[in-house]
């Protein structure tokens, strides 16, 4: 009872009825502007910090704990814990599988450069190319090249080459290259694979100039671009070919 008001209704001193204890009378139970409360209509503008669930009367979910830091809106309780790709900011948050496939199939073999056909949600490939170094040469359904070198071990000027970009936000992760390859009787009887994550240093256990297989990789990751080359080598004549035919396909995750 307030002794000063006698003979009135009441005395409205900034009771906040909308459960937040530091308030100032936000009246009628309105969410505090700043914080994440219990009153009706969440507004707040701060992120969830993974323990907190919306309890405002206009809110019409089921109310599951938050587990991310995705924005609350409050506009109605998460139906399920936020474990989406956005709560981390990738788009592409949690995918494995291919990242990058090229289709080879309708090439002339002599094309400067040919487009992907398909990059997972989160990552962005660029097209699949040849080292200035190589010459082009036909070769239906393929990208084809000769000029590679006799050496026993990769030259660092002759391969074939793309990137793969991450998405802002997204971390990618390279496991395997599937790739279907094919030398003539001159070209080379070897090839391995190598990133820029380490500026090319680690090349993979070398496969055959003509064969069809996945090659292992050491796992390169990272937020930025991430270059992939195709060697080949130990070719017993500069006119032998080397071709990347039908598929090639990078595999990896995204974080």
Same mark, same amino acid.
């Given at each position: 009872? !307030?002794?000063? !008001?006698?003979?009135?209704?009441? !005395? /409205?001193?900034?009771?906040?009825?909308?459960?937040?204890? $530091?308030?100032?009378?936000?009246?009628?139970?309105?969410?505090?502007? &700043? &914080?994440?409360? #219990?009153?009706? #209509?969440?507004?707040?503008? @701060?992120?969830?910090?993974?323990?907190?669930?919306?309890?405002?009367?206009?809110?019409?979910?089921?109310?599951?704990?938050?587990?991310?830091?995705? @924005?609350?809106? #409050?506009?109605?309780?998460?139906?399920?814990?936020? $474990?989406?790709?956005?709560?981390?900011?990738?788009?592409?948050?949690?995918?494995?599988?291919?990242?990058?496939?090229?289709?080879?199939?309708?090439?002339?073999?002599?094309?400067?450069?040919?487009?992907?056909?398909?990059? /997972?949600?989160?990552?962005?490939?660029?097209?699949?190319?040849? /080292?200035?170094?190589?010459?082009?040469?036909?070769?239906?359904?393929?990208?084809?090249?000769?000029?590679?070198?006799?050496?026993?071990? @990769?030259?660092?000027?002759?391969?074939?080459?793309?990137?793969?970009?991450?998405?802002?936000? !997204?971390?990618?992760?390279?496991?395997?290259?599937?790739?279907?390859?094919?030398?003539?009787?001159?070209?080379?009887?070897?090839?391995?694979?190598? $990133?820029? &994550?380490?500026?090319?240093?680690?090349?993979?256990?070398?496969?055959?100039?003509?064969?069809?297989?996945?090659?292992?990789?050491?796992?390169?990751?990272?937020?930025?671009?991430?270059?992939?080359?195709?060697?080949?080598?130990?070719?017993?004549?500069?006119?032998?070919?080397?071709?990347?035919?039908?598929?090639?396909?990078?595999?990896?995750?995204?974080?």
């Amino acid at each position: 009872m !307030c002794l000063l !008001c006698l003979g009135l209704a009441s !005395c /409205a001193v900034g009771v906040d009825s909308g459960g937040d204890p $530091t308030g100032a009378g936000d009246g009628g139970g309105q969410a505090d502007a &700043s &914080s994440l409360d #219990g009153g009706a #209509g969440d507004s707040a503008s @701060a992120h969830d910090t993974g323990a907190p669930i919306d309890t405002g009367a206009s809110d019409t979910g089921t109310g599951i704990a938050d587990t991310g830091a995705a @924005a609350d809106t #409050g506009a109605a309780k998460d139906a399920a814990a936020d $474990t989406a790709p956005s709560d981390s900011g990738c788009i592409g948050h949690g995918t494995t599988g291919a990242l990058v496939t090229f289709d080879l199939s309708a090439q002339s073999g002599s094309e400067a450069s040919a487009a992907p056909t398909s990059s /997972a949600t989160g990552v962005t490939g660029g097209t699949l190319s040849r /080292a200035a170094a190589l010459t082009a040469v036909s070769g239906s359904g393929s990208i084809n090249s000769s000029g590679w070198p006799s050496t026993t071990t @990769a030259s660092a000027s002759d391969y074939y080459t793309f990137t793969v970009t991450p998405a802002a936000g !997204c971390s990618v992760t390279l496991t395997t290259l599937a790739i279907d390859a094919s030398a003539s009787g001159t070209g080379p009887t070897k090839g391995d694979v190598a $990133t820029s &994550s380490d500026s090319f240093g680690t090349h993979t256990a070398s496969f055959a100039g003509t064969s069809t297989g996945t090659v292992t990789l050491a796992s390169p990751s990272g937020t930025g671009p991430i270059e992939v080359r195709v060697y080949g080598y130990d070719a017993s004549g500069s006119t032998g070919t080397l071709r990347i035919e039908n598929t090639l396909t990078l595999s990896g995750s995204i974080d």
